[in-house]
């Protein structure tokens, strides 16, 4: 089965510090990996996903992620916060030889920053 | 339409009634997803549609539970004789066909918000 892990229901940071939210994730497989934001009130956005090759991502808005397969980790960074970064993040996972085509999503991480 | 339309937005209904939220994706996508977002529980998967079938439809919590698609575009969830645990954001998503380059990606819409009283 597969399934998605936020350790933190929280992150807080101060703006210009580099932020990290974290996501482990299980598959029988090999993963697509994803990342979503939802600001108040609205869907989810696409931010990043990792399909194969570099395991460095780069996505929307200055957002990274890194995938690590030892850990299996796939853990969203940005080098300098902002305030309008403030969200509710989740990430996501498909297994690629799965018959079925949905994501699992992780619990979500409220991102907080500080002005 | 250029995004994933979902209606109503809000939806307030008194316990026992029922209710159906509509899900318009965008053209040309075949797959479709009913995901269930409650307070502390993430997104719960509900319903995946390929075409006008759904070959998994795991996720639906009772059989007051269920969904159609029609035409290969719009799709109906209905959930029959609501309880207060129904209440929740329903949210809709979508994504194109499946293929060498398609991985999966979806587009949500803003989501039906359903208070049961």
């Known amino acids: 089965a597969q399934s998605v892990a936020q350790p933190e229901d929280q992150v807080n940071v101060a703006e210009g510090n580099p932020l990290t939210v974290k996501c482990t994730y299980s598959?029988?497989?090999?993963?697509?990996l994803f990342w979503y934001v939802q600001y108040p009130n609205r869907g989810l956005q696409f931010l990043l996903k990792?399909?194969?090759?570099?395991?460095l991502v780069k996505g929307s808005y200055g957002f990274e992620a890194e995938f690590n397969k030892s850990q299996t980790s796939f853990h969203l960074k940005k080098p300098s916060a902002l305030v309008s970064d403030s969200a509710l993040y989740f990430c996501a996972v498909r297994d690629r030889g799965s018959a079925t085509n949905k994501l699992i999503f992780g619990t979500g991480t409220l991102l907080a920053v500080q002005p | 339409g250029a995004g994933v339309s979902q209606s109503p937005s809000n939806k307030v209904t008194e316990k026992g009634k029922d209710v159906e939220l509509r899900c318009d994706p965008i053209s040309g996508h075949t797959a479709l997803y009913w995901y269930r977002q409650s307070l502390g529980q993430g997104l719960e998967f509900l319903i995946y549609?390929?075409?006008?079938?759904?070959?998994?439809k795991s996720g639906l919590p009772s059989d007051r539970f269920s969904a159609e698609r029609t035409g290969g575009s719009v799709s109906t969830l209905t959930i029959q004789r609501t309880q207060q645990e129904d209440s929740a954001v329903y949210l809709c998503?979508?994504?194109?066909?499946?293929?060498?380059?398609?991985?999966?990606?979806?587009?949500f819409g803003e989501g039906s918000r359903l208070t049961v009283l």
């Open positions: 549609f390929q075409g006008n079938s759904a070959p998994d």
């Open positions: 998503a979508s994504s194109s066909p499946e293929g060498t380059v398609n991985t999966g990606e979806l587009f």
């Open positions: 990792y399909i194969t090759g570099d395991n």
């Open positions: 598959v029988s497989g090999n993963p697509y």
